[in-house]
């Protein structure tokens, strides 16, 4: 008996509509990730041409506990991964540099994130704060901070300093935790085979391990080099100077370590990697240890003024340092890439650096939303305030970020009036083509209807032209942030680029108080997500999509990134897969959206003699039209042929050019904003109307809905090409039924 295993998209679809079945148990697999088919005693449990049901919900790894809508602060920790994976297709120095800088750079991510927490706690609280009665008065749990033990400087900085360690003790928690759970499913080391073919591809275990570490003590060195860049000017103590140094020897150390190919080679690292990456990270805690015990030593009497010593310079300094490596990782790219690549090959730079612009922004909206609530005043800019008057105030390099973030906004409106109108209108008419060829004299009939058809088709056609106008977006902002890194650099603040009093400065200073609002507002809109994922389970699904597609791909750059699910979810598959080829007389493997990704990841780690009794059908695929043009180095022409050619039997021959596979199915549409055709010469594209049909059915009130993305194996060529695929795998015939509209233009010719 055939199965059909069906695996569903993104949003952790039930496994009930997966079957369209009301009653299902499970067969295998847990709470997070199961295998259901419908309950014998209940009936229904046949699916088209006979074949037995099931599907393979895996949801609940991405978007199923509430619990991991905190991975929504993570957010820039996941772009710095997703990064490394957007690489072109380049040589191997290239390669080899592309993922360098992008490790390098997600260690500063890190840095960045705790920098977030040292300038809240030590500086705001326990610098700021501290030395205005202003700010201690009737708030008793600042108490500590003024009297006491703990009412000195240093002492105050140290007690403070342990917000920043609480919080790197949660990510290493967290990590640890992820890494136990999502990347320990045992998989075999054996076989042959590059890129997704490679049998150790989804075994990130080890690698996540070593970069944990790493960066577990850089985050501590980093909280160390903070608290030390006050103490020892004021001190001049030998001790201090020793603890300085081993601190830059571990900071420089995590440096070198994520480009060594020793250390950070997924699958053949040296003996050392292991222990040195361990004693990195145990020797940063020590050190943080030492230095918070250094801080608490009795010292000569010392007054807080302005802001904390060094910090506003660390992080420009370190800001500066993100940009060099945006710079670098983009003429890299740029200077190797294959011609053709989409957005120029930049894909890895662009979302890298939105990534250090969420941080930027989540790390200013808080310091100011905090400076103001400890402050007691309304305005969060120092722009427009007496200056003779101390404020709790962050540092100010975030006035440049405030700034930047108006800048960024502005853009966007421009590029969507400029450039989002005229598409839109250009999308429109070659739907209407699409409309006509598909649903002939139907205009005629029913003009409104069908605009709404043409509606469809041109929004789902916004998919393929979204990167170009990103690109307008983000190169202006890149020369911004450029130039205001300069800036910042050299100690200038955005206000003191008009003349005193003058109506530009006026206009500057407006604009800084808006921006700090702003960012303030999407860090708080950021918590607000969480909030509502945890409280409601639909809002929690539509969260879900972006871990779904942001965490396909193994931690491989930033390992405190929320966990990979396919490391799970593939190796599962392939085991479910192969019993049911060899033990069930073959599987049907049925993929939707980003399942069509698993489905054949999973064809490419089965054994030969369970592909052999293995077909692949997809629908609403993302293969060609997003992974193929974004991960061109891992899913390209040559991958998706392979896919089809492991699954054909000796007795199927050596495919000619041109002729299909009649063992990979594709069915897709053009309202479909998300799927397309795989364009692969051993798969079978099959276009779909959409909608089924153009008037309303006799018997029946409103119109047929357009399905766009949902809804594929409700028609009846989803059946026909399952019956097909049976046939197939029972060696009656070499060609699945197939329905199409070759009448109609392809979206692969769409401008």
Avoid at 345 to 362: D, H, K, M, R, Y
Avoid at 427 to 435: G, K, M, N
Wanted: glycine share 8%; hydrophobic share 50%; with cysteine.
């Amino acid at each position: 008996m055939v199965t059909e295993l069906r695996v569903h998209g993104v949003t952790g679809t039930p496994a009930e509509d997966v079957l369209d079945r009301p009653l299902l148990r499970r067969v295998a697999g847990d709470t997070d990730a199961g295998f259901f088919r419908p309950r014998a005693e209940y009936g229904g449990g046949a699916g088209a041409g006979g074949v037995t049901l099931e599907a393979y919900r895996w949801g609940n790894l991405t978007a199923g506990a509430a619990a991991r809508a905190l991975w929504l602060l993570l957010l820039p920790f996941m772009f710095a991964n997703v990064a490394i994976w957007l690489r072109p297709d380049v040589g191997d120095r290239a390669r080899t540099a592309i993922r360098a800088l992008t490790r390098v750079f997600a260690l500063t991510m890190t840095a960045s994130f705790v920098l977030a927490f040292v300038e809240i706690s030590m500086d705001l609280v326990g610098w700021q704060c501290a030395a205005l009665p202003r700010c201690l008065q009737d708030r008793g749990y600042l108490s500590v901070l003024a009297d006491g033990t703990f009412a000195t400087t240093s002492r105050r900085l140290a007690v403070t300093a342990l917000i920043p360690v609480l919080a790197i003790a949660f990510l290493w928690f967290l990590g640890r935790r992820t890494w136990a759970r999502y990347e320990a499913y045992p998989i075999t080391t054996e076989g042959d085979g590059d890129g997704l073919a490679h049998p150790c591809f989804w075994n990130g275990r080890p690698l996540v391990g070593r970069l944990r570490s790493l960066h577990i003590a850089v985050a501590f060195a980093t909280l160390d080099a903070a608290l030390l860049g006050v103490l020892v000017p004021h001190d001049r103590h030998p001790a201090g100077y020793v603890l300085a140094a081993v601190t830059a020897v571990i900071l420089l150390a995590g440096v070198v370590a994520v480009t060594l190919s020793a250390v950070v080679h997924r699958d053949t690292p040296a003996a050392w990697a292991k222990p040195f990456t361990r004693t990195m990270s145990h020797a940063a805690v020590v050190l943080t240890g030492l230095v918070i015990g250094y801080a608490c030593l009795t010292r000569d009497p010392w007054t807080a003024r302005d802001r904390l010593p060094a910090f506003s310079g660390t992080v420009t300094v370190l800001f500066a340092v993100q940009v060099l490596l945006m710079l670098i990782l983009g003429g890299v790219v740029l200077a190797t890439r294959p011609k053709g690549t989409v957005l120029l090959g930049l894909a890895g730079p662009l979302i890298a650096s939105t990534g250090l612009g969420v941080a930027v922004a989540f790390a200013a909206g808080m310091a100011y939303r905090v400076a103001d609530f400890l402050d007691r005043r309304s305005l969060p800019s120092t722009a427009d305030y007496d200056e003779g008057r101390l404020v709790i105030e962050p540092p100010p390099a975030y006035e440049w970020a405030a700034a930047g973030f108006v800048l960024l906004l502005v853009l966007a409106a421009l590029v969507a009036l400029t450039m989002g109108l005229p598409m839109v209108r250009r999308l429109r008419r070659y739907a209407r083509v699409v409309t006509d060829a598909d649903f002939r004299g139907g205009r005629q009939r029913d003009a409104a209807r069908a605009r709404h058809i043409d509606t469809a088709v041109a929004d789902a056609l916004v998919t393929d032209q979204v990167g170009r106008m990103l690109v307008w977006v983000f190169v202006p902002a890149a020369a911004a942030a450029v130039v205001a890194t300069g800036f910042a650099l050299l100690g200038l603040r955005p206000i003191r680029l008009a003349a005193s009093g003058s109506a530009a400065a006026e206009v500057t200073s407006t604009v800084v108080n808006l921006g700090t609002y702003l960012i303030g507002l999407s860090a708080f809109a950021l918590v607000f997500i969480g909030i509502l994922a945890y409280r409601y389970q639909r809002f929690r699904r539509i969260v879900g999509v972006l871990w779904d597609l942001g965490t396909f791909w193994p931690r491989a750059a930033h390992p405190l990134a929320p966990p990979c699910y396919a490391e799970r979810v593939v190796p599962e598959l392939a085991r479910r897969t192969g019993w049911l080829a060899a033990e069930q007389g073959g599987v049907i493997l049925s993929g939707h959206s980003q399942g069509t990704v698993l489905a054949a990841a999973t064809v490419l780690q089965l054994p030969p003699e369970a592909q052999a009794r293995t077909t692949l059908l997809t629908y609403g695929s993302p293969l060609r039209r997003l992974y193929a043009r974004f991960f061109p180095a891992y899913v390209n022409d040559a991958v998706l042929a392979r896919i089809g050619a492991v699954l054909a039997r000796p007795e199927d021959g050596v495919l000619d050019a041109g002729q299909h596979s009649p063992r990979w199915v594709n069915l897709w549409r053009d309202t479909d904003p998300i799927g397309g055709p795989v364009q692969a010469p051993t798969a079978r594209d099959v276009r779909l109307v959409d909608p089924p049909s153009f008037d309303i059915a006799p018997g029946d009130t409103v119109f047929p809905k357009v399905d766009g993305h949902s809804g594929y194996q409700l028609r009846p060529a989803f059946g026909a090409a399952v019956a097909g695929l049976v046939t197939v795998l029972s060696g009656a015939s070499d060609e699945p039924p197939t329905v199409s509209n070759p009448s109609a233009p392809s979206i692969s010719s769409a401008p």
